[in-house]
């Protein structure tokens, strides 16, 4: 099994409700010869620009050096997205929705003819078979409330790209009491182990 492990929090593990969550799911879905890729979108990504929207256009064959040369962040994302079985992502919730950097991830992930497709029925995700464990942690904003706009936003991504089988864990309402948000998470992602994780 190949792990996916993606945080996108500004703060240290000693302070973010994300990171120390998405290490819990880590070690109860691991198995011993888990391969695990490492992804920390705080440490910075490129935005998309006109000159990689142009790159994504041009057919593989046509593309200029200086094109590939745009897109191989892009390129690189996306293989780690098609070699990994399961997703973990750490995603706070920052002014009522995702991270700049995970959105930033988003875009750069999002390939017509590569990680979706436009059929007469509209666009379908190509990365189907995958799991996906979404920590979302928010200072005072409950989940599926009318502020929330981080959840539906995965949610939603991860279906466009054909992943449709997401378990979000509840890190809300964590402001002054970090601690007690964590253990009560971490009690839940606890019965993730009887699940059948292949």
Do not use: C
Not at 13 to 38: F, G, H, M, P
Not at 53 to 60: D, I, S
Request: aromatic share 6%; glycine share 8%; charged share 20%.
């Amino acid at each position: 099994m190949t792990i996916l492990k993606i945080n996108s929090s500004l703060q240290d593990i000693n302070t973010s409700a994300s990171r120390q969550l998405v290490e819990e799911i880590i070690k109860t879905i691991n198995t011993s010869d888990a391969k695990i890729i490492e992804k920390d979108l705080a440490e910075g990504l490129p935005l998309l620009s006109p000159q990689m929207l142009g790159a994504f256009f041009t057919p593989e064959g046509d593309r200029t050096a200086e094109q590939k040369e745009e897109i191989a962040v892009s390129d690189q994302f996306i293989a780690e997205l098609l070699e990994a079985d399961t997703l973990v992502i750490g995603a706070p919730m920052y002014n009522f929705g995702v991270t700049a950097s995970l959105k930033a991830y988003f875009d750069l992930v999002a390939r017509a003819g590569v990680t979706f497709k436009y059929t007469e029925n509209g666009p379908v995700g190509l990365l189907e078979g995958k799991k996906a464990y979404v920590v979302i942690s928010t200072g005072g904003t409950p989940l599926g409330s009318d502020w929330d706009h981080t959840s539906n936003h995965i949610k939603t991504f991860l279906g466009f790209i054909g992943i449709t089988d997401v378990t979000i864990v509840d890190a809300s309402l964590n402001n002054g009491r970090v601690e007690e948000v964590v253990n009560n998470a971490k009690a839940k992602i606890a019965e993730l182990s009887s699940e059948s994780i292949a």
